[in-house]
């Protein structure tokens, strides 16, 4: 299975075309290797000291963001389609929403409060399954 969403027979490649579903959207959307990449690398820099923890963790939040949509473009890759940026783009606001819902370093900010991370994690991951990617034909 690709990480590309199929929504149409037209893009399957099988003999049996498999479009993808509301829970495959959703596995696709989701770029879960950058997710536990974050998760790991906060827990490494929490357990430092003497170090500016907030300072990096802004860092890193930028870094992973730009490694997100350069992951997914490459994952999402297929030789004569264009560019996934649909995918791509949904995929980084949905790294950032998860970021957000574990706290750091968004927890720095005077109106953050675990409830909205949470509340916002669900409402995204619960709508984004509905949103088809389109691609329009190379020229």
Request: glycine share 6%.
């Amino acid at each position: 299975m690709g990480r590309r969403i199929v929504t149409s027979q037209l893009q399957a490649k099988a003999e049996v075309a498999k479009i993808d579903g509301y829970f495959d959207k959703l596995l696709k959307y989701i770029p879960t290797e950058i997710v536990g990449g974050w998760i790991a690398i906060t827990g490494l820099i929490k357990s430092a000291s003497n170090i500016p923890t907030n300072t990096i963790l802004w860092i890193l939040l930028i870094i992973f963001t730009g490694l997100t949509v350069l992951y997914i473009l490459k994952q999402t890759s297929e030789p004569k389609k264009p560019l996934a940026v649909k995918q791509t783009t949904i995929s980084t606001i949905a790294f950032v929403v998860w970021v957000f819902a574990l706290g750091e370093p968004f927890d720095s900010l005077s109106f953050y409060n675990p409830i909205y991370g949470s509340i916002l994690l669900i409402l995204y991951n619960l709508t984004i399954p509905l949103i088809n990617p389109t691609e329009k034909k190379k020229s």
